[in-house]
Nanobody, 117 residues
Framework: QVQLVESGGGLVQPGGSLRLSCAAS????????MGWYRQAPGKQREMVAT???????NYADSVKGRFTISRDNDENTVYLQMNSLKPEDTAVYYC???????????WGQGTQVTVSS
């Protein structure tokens, strides 16, 4: 059974930082591109950042230069370091595992990030 368990969300003031973590099942982590997505109230879920098994990264334009995605292949964990947070970053953040086609697509339960003074 594949599990993705997120942690690290919370309330932070504008300009602050948070680090999200997502621990994945060993069976899926090493072969999957991992990603962070977010969904704000009344909006569609959007990609924030992704990282391939080899470490290539991709970011949404809105977070470039502020967020950094990384992965620890020994700990089967993907991280999202979020700096210079803005109120518009407020959303539920979801971890995603995308293995090769035909295996499936997996989501975590989500963690709330609120940026407010």
């Amino acid at each position: 059974q594949v599990q993705l368990v997120e942690s690290g969300g919370g309330l932070v003031q504008p300009g602050g930082s948070l680090r999200l973590s997502c621990a994945a099942s060993r069976s899926i982590f090493s072969i999957s591109s991992m990603g962070w997505y977010r969904q704000a109230p009344g909006k569609q879920r959007e990609m924030v950042a992704t990282i391939t098994p080899g470490g290539s990264t991709n970011y949404a334009d809105s977070v470039k230069g502020r967020f950094t995605i990384s992965r620890d292949n020994d700990e089967n964990t993907v991280y999202l370091q979020m700096n210079s947070l803005k109120p518009e970053d407020t959303a539920v953040y979801y971890c995603n595992a995308r293995p090769p086609p035909g295996i499936g697509l997996y989501w975590g339960q989500g963690t709330q990030v609120t940026v407010s003074s």
